[in-house]
């Protein structure tokens, strides 16, 4: 279980869909899609700083007021609005639970779509190497066994701890999910997918919802 804090109303705009196509966010942020299996996938991570009505997301630069947070926020890593086009923004969970993060037609993904994207990638002890995007440009070396042969194009986002740090850019990516697990009776922590630099495997763990995590958004059924 990951706690982390390193101990570890316009309507959006949607293109050509399937592979190679794209789909616009609220405001106006392209990104590539891809077809794994049964699902429609972005293929980048997101960065949205307003949520599918037109609301602005707060976002919260602060080490002590993010750890303090019990609203919906976002951020960049380090606060550097530069990572914004490689990697996207780290949101917490209670943006997510908005069920307003994603462009109209498109939800952040449960537990279950997650398991159907590993599954349909071979099973969570290889999927991983087929979601990241390959080379060192982006992950630190090794980057083991990383092929993209979804065309997923995973980037190590890292990110932002319970406490407000910063961590693992380049390192890990970590993607929330929708889906509530309990741990040791904890009825807080929330579902989470994760990819290391040096493995292939798709990891599944839970923690908190005061983390800041990349978001990848599926397509409604």
């Given at each position: 279980?990951?706690?982390?804090?390193?101990?570890?109303?316009?309507?959006?705009?949607?293109?050509?869909?399937?592979?190679?196509?794209?789909?616009?966010?609220?405001?106006?942020?392209?990104?590539?899609?891809?077809?794994?299996?049964?699902?429609?996938w972005?293929?980048?991570?997101?960065?949205?700083?307003?949520?599918?009505?037109?609301?602005?997301?707060?976002?919260?630069?602060?080490?002590?007021?993010?750890?303090?947070?019990?609203?919906?926020?976002?951020?960049?890593?380090?606060?550097?609005?530069l990572?914004?086009?490689?990697?996207?923004?780290?949101?917490?969970?209670?943006?997510?639970?908005?069920?307003?993060?994603?462009?109209?037609?498109?939800?952040?993904?449960?537990?279950?779509?997650w398991?159907?994207?590993?599954?349909?990638?071979?099973?969570?002890?290889?999927?991983?190497?087929?979601?990241?995007?390959?080379?060192?440009?982006?992950?630190?070396?090794?980057?083991?066994?990383?092929?993209?042969?979804?065309?997923?194009?995973?980037?190590?986002?890292?990110?932002?701890?319970?406490?407000?740090?910063?961590?693992?850019?380049?390192?890990?990516?970590?993607?929330?999910?929708?889906?509530?697990?309990?741990?040791?009776?904890?009825?807080?922590?929330?579902i989470?997918?994760?990819?290391?630099?040096?493995?292939?495997d798709?990891?599944?763990?839970?923690?908190?919802?005061a983390?800041?995590?990349?978001?990848?958004?599926?397509?409604?059924?």
């Amino acid at each position: 279980m990951l706690i982390l804090s390193v101990f570890v109303g316009c309507k959006s705009g949607q293109e050509k869909e399937g592979s190679g196509g794209r789909i616009s966010d609220v405001e106006g942020n392209s990104y590539m899609t891809v077809q794994i299996g049964d699902q429609l996938w972005m293929a980048e991570n997101l960065k949205t700083n307003t949520f599918s009505d037109g609301t602005p997301i707060q976002k919260v630069e602060e080490y002590e007021e993010w750890a303090n947070l019990t609203l919906p926020a976002y951020c960049w890593y380090n606060n550097d609005s530069l990572t914004s086009d490689d990697f996207g923004a780290l949101y917490n969970c209670y943006a997510i639970e908005t069920e307003k993060l994603c462009p109209e037609g498109w939800h952040v993904p449960s537990d279950e779509d997650w398991i159907k994207l590993e599954t349909a990638l071979g099973g969570a002890g290889s999927a991983g190497g087929a979601m990241k995007e390959p080379g060192t440009a982006y992950w630190k070396t090794p980057n083991t066994q990383a092929s993209n042969e979804s065309g997923f194009t995973a980037r190590p986002g890292g990110y932002r701890s319970y406490n407000g740090t910063f961590n693992l850019m380049r390192i890990d990516g970590f993607w929330w999910s929708t889906s509530e697990k309990s741990w040791y009776g904890s009825s807080n922590t929330v579902i989470y997918r994760n990819l290391k630099y040096d493995g292939q495997d798709l990891f599944r763990d839970v923690a908190v919802r005061a983390n800041g995590f990349s978001v990848r958004c599926v397509k409604n059924p």
